[in-house]
């Protein structure tokens, strides 16, 4: 941050007075003057940490406070201390147990296909194709689309009796399937929609990386008798190596706090995760326990327990990253 | 091992109203070593990718050994090349980069382990083979490069200005170095330069190209002491041939008031075109004498062993110098004119070379 520093009036401003005084000051001075030698770079940043401390750390410390408490919604002031009685009673809970797997499968089942496909995409854009900057727009598009649009669409399209898939279904032979109310069947359901908003921006990500990827890699690769696929597996895949970390990490932060999509795809925006909670996210579990059972204190310990979901997951991936990177050299 | 020959190849990029190579004819013999050499944009490094596979060919046809290659693909080619930016795979080790093809051809692993450790010998790589390229200096990355185009043992290797990232006295050792070896292995080379004195040094024989058109191939002796037209004069050699036109005279062209002599024949030949002739001479062949090219001396560059003078032609007013390019001289450190000075120059025997001056060809 030494942005400012360049100006000479704030460096004339902030020069030593001529008569330096002994010793035992100069630290706290010099550490005070550097201070006001850099004001303007602090300025500039400023208004990010107040919006930061505004709208993430205060709630991120309040909810941690509030998990601690047993608050009802409509009495925020009567909260009782029970320390981390809201956690083990979550950990108790066989809702939370059963919201945590949906959670990780419904993950699982969106997060990989969304990659995977995501950098084929990027791949087949990659080569020099006609109307790229069309296949861009166009893959931004879901992810420009509102949750909700595109959530009741879906909805539609999974319908039991007029939806198109099941109208497919049953064009090729097979049996209508309720895919709402079957365990697999919805989760796969929603996975898709998660999987359609999320792969185009994904693919964009990885485009980005592969084409700063030097063209002459290629070439040689090439002249070393690589086929495409060996190229894509010795040479694309390499070198966006930390690239699909950061969207794994994303999409894993994305996936624990799944809400939207579940919530909607009822069709009705009413739903808790379905009538025997067969896809209810953890997400839904905590808009449930606040908002459907007013126990305040219940959801926030439910937040920070996805919090410290996320943190493990992510610690690990680091930890796999930096195990992998260090194989390597 | 192989021949490679193209056959009027030509190579016009998408968009380009102008051939990037414009009818290649060239016979590279079967373990020669032919530099590419020309200035910016000739359209070296073209003919290099079309011979690689890299650049489509768009009339005309190459051929390797016996095999019409026009519309191989690159890995049917059986060809290795040394990049510009060496292109090394930056996460595998020097080891994988060098056997990366061998593993891609399904050789066995115990035979691609002794051919990379063959190649590192002889490359002084061996004590670098589990790093990774970004952990390498510039000429061990070079030399990586290289043995990824060894390792392979292929029919032919081609360098695109190999050298150029190295500092300039890395360049000339490394220059001596990838010559010695090529000539070791016997493996046909093509080698791209802007550099003539890389191409000078290194090529059995060297191409010079302009425009993408072949201006002249031949052993470098003959670039130099031949060579076919003012721009393969002007282009080889250090510092470069002096090319003067001026009318035609009896007995030679008048420079300056004074007339150099031309041998008649050469004249007659050269002087159908406005009784004016284009002749070239070397800083080299040209000496100081009593009588002769009056020239006037701008700077004098002193490298130690030689002089080098810069000058341009003395006063003249009967407009009989066509383009006053300076011209350099080279004299005795010793015995060399002050700056300011007017001397005299005479070309010595069998030093001066004369051209048409309309078609710019030599003329003998
Ligand atoms: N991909 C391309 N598309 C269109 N024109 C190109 C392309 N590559 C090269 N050219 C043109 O073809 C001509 C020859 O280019 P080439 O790269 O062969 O030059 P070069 O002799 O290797 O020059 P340098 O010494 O600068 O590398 C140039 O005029 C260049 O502008
Ligand atoms: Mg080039």
């Known amino acids: 941050m030494t942005i400012a520093s360049d100006d000479p009036r704030v460096a004339a401003a902030a020069a030593p007075p001529p008569s330096v005084p002994p010793a035992p000051a100069t630290a706290a001075r010099r550490r005070r003057s550097r201070l006001t030698r850099n004001r303007w770079g602090y300025a500039y940043v400023a208004p990010f940490f107040l919006l930061f401390a505004a709208f993430s750390l205060y709630p991120f410390l309040y909810t941690a406070y509030i998990s601690l408490h047993d608050v009802r919604l409509s009495d925020l002031d009567g909260a009782v201390f029970v320390g981390f009685g809201n956690y083990t009673e979550l950990l108790q809970d066989e809702f939370f147990w059963n919201a945590a797997r949906n959670t990780l499968t419904i993950g699982i089942l969106s997060t990989v296909p969304q990659l995977a496909i995501a950098l084929g995409l990027a791949h087949l854009l990659n080569y020099r194709l006609r109307g790229r900057t069309f296949f861009r727009v166009a893959m931004l598009m879901p992810y420009a689309t509102s949750i909700a649009a595109a959530t009741l669409v879906f909805a539609q399209l999974f319908g039991h009796d007029y939806g198109l898939i099941n109208t497919l279904l049953e064009a090729v032979g097979f049996d209508r399937i309720d895919w709402e109310s079957g365990s697999w069947t919805s989760q796969i359901a929603i996975s898709v929609i998660v999987t359609w908003r999320w792969t185009g921006y994904n693919a964009l990500i990885y485009l980005a990386a592969m084409q700063a990827i030097p063209n002459d890699l290629y070439e040689a690769a090439t002249l070393d008798g690589a086929s495409r696929w060996k190229q894509f597996v010795h040479v694309t895949i390499p070198a966006l190596r930390p690239t699909i970390l950061f969207t794994i990490v994303v999409s894993t932060i994305g996936a624990v706090q799944l809400f939207g999509e579940p919530l909607l795809f009822s069709g009705n925006g009413m739903t808790n995760g379905g009538v025997s909670n067969q896809y209810q996210t953890l997400g839904l579990l905590m808009y449930d326990q606040g908002w459907t059972n007013f126990r305040l204190g219940q959801a926030a310990a439910t937040a920070w327990t996805m919090f410290l979901i996320i943190l493990v997951v992510v610690g690990v991936y680091g930890l796999i990253a930096r195990r992998r990177a260090r194989a390597e050299r | ?364």
Do not use: W
């Not at chain 2, 083979?129 to 990355?141: I, M, T």
């Open chain 2, 1 to 364: 091992m192989a021949t490679v020959t193209f056959d009027s190849a030509t190579r016009i990029y998408p968009k380009s109203d102008r051939p990037a190579v414009d009818g290649l004819d060239l016979q590279i013999g079967d373990g020669e070593f032919l530099v590419l050499v020309g200035p910016s944009g000739c359209g070296k490094s073209t003919s290099l990718r079309m011979l690689a596979g890299l650049e489509e060919i768009d009339a005309g046809s190459i051929r390797i050994g016996d095999r019409d290659v026009t519309d191989a693909p690159p890995k049917d080619r059986d060809i290795a090349m040394v990049f510009q930016n060496y292109a090394l795979y930056p996460h595998m080790t020097v080891e994988q980069n060098m056997g990366f093809a061998l593993k891609i051809a399904g050789v066995p692993k115990s035979e691609i382990a002794t051919r990379v450790a063959e190649a590192a010998k002889i490359l002084d790589l061996e004590d670098y083979l589990g790093r990774r390229p970004k952990a390498l200096s510039g000429g061990q990355r070079q030399r990586v490069a290289m043995g990824r185009a060894i390792v392979r043992s292929p029919q032919v290797f081609l360098m695109d200005e190999p050298l150029s990232n190295l500092d300039a006295k890395l360049r000339v050792q490394t220059r001596t170095q990838i010559a010695a070896l090529q000539r070791r292995l016997g493996v046909t080379t093509v080698y791209v330069t802007h550099d003539q004195v890389e191409a000078m040094t290194m090529g059995d024989r060297v191409a010079v190209l302009k425009d993408g058109l072949l201006q002249q191939c031949d052993t470098p002796g003959t670039l130099y002491e031949r060579p076919a037209n003012t721009f393969v004069a002007g282009f080889i050699g250090s510092p470069a041939m002096n090319v003067i036109t001026g009318p035609v005279v009896d007995g030679g062209v008048r420079l300056a008031g004074a007339v150099l002599p031309v041998p008649r024949e050469r004249l007659l030949r050269a002087a159908g075109d406005g009784g004016r002739v284009t002749v070239g001479f070397r800083p080299e062949a040209v000496e100081l004498a009593p009588e002769g090219v009056p020239v006037v001396v701008n700077v004098v560059e002193q490298l130690g062993s030689d002089a080098f003078l810069y000058a341009t032609l003395g006063a003249s007013d009967d407009g009989d110098v066509l383009h006053t390019a300076d011209l350099v001289v080279r004299t005795e450190p010793r015995s060399a004119p002050a700056v300011g000075e007017t001397v005299h120059l005479r070309v010595r025997e069998g030093g001066l070379h004369v051209f048409d001056p309309v078609s710019q060809q030599r003329i003998d």
